[in-house]
C-alpha cells in the first residue's frame, strides 16, 4: 500500500475510530420528539441491515438520525433509515479493516485519535 493510500486508510480508520465507540454505546430507543422519530414506531426495532453477519438495529439508526442536524431530521424517514444504515455499515467495515490492519496500535492514528 502505497503511503498515501495509507494515509487515506488511516484518516479513513481515525473517523471510524471517532464513529465507531458512540455508536457502539447506543441505548435502549428512549421515546424522543425529533420530528423523524415521530413517524417510526417506538416498539419496531427490526434489522434493517446487516454487516458480516452482524444487524444494524432500526433503533441504533434512528439513535444515529437523532444525532443529525435538525434539517436533515425533516426528510422523511423511509429516506433517512436506508440512507443512515448504509452510512452504519460503511464505518463497521472501515473501522473492521482498520483494526485488521492494526491501526489502532499506529502512533499517528492514536495521535489524531487524541485531538
Known amino acids: 500500500m502505497t503511503s498515501l493510500g495509507l494515509r487515506g486508510f488511516a484518516a479513513a480508520a481515525v473517523m471510524a475510530g471517532m464513529i465507531a465507540p458512540v455508536m457502539a454505546q447506543v441505548p435502549a430507543p428512549a421515546p424522543s420528539s425529533s420530528p ?27 439513535e444515529v438520525i437523532s444525532g443529525l442536524p435538525p434539517q436533515y431530521q425533516q426528510v422523511p424517514i423511509e429516506v433517512l433509515i436506508p440512507e443512515m444504515a448504509q452510512q452504519i455499515a460503511a464505518v463497521r467495515l472501515v473501522a473492521e479493516k482498520a483494526y485488521e490492519a492494526g491501526l489502532q496500535s499506529d502512533p499517528e492514528v492514536q495521535a489524531r485519535i487524541k485531538e
Do not use: C, K, Y
Open 36 to 62: 423523524s422519530e415521530q413517524h417510526a414506531p417506538e416498539s419496531d426495532d427490526a434489522v434493517v441491515a446487516t454487516v458480516n453477519g452482524q444487524p444494524i438495529m432500526r433503533s441504533e439508526v434512528l
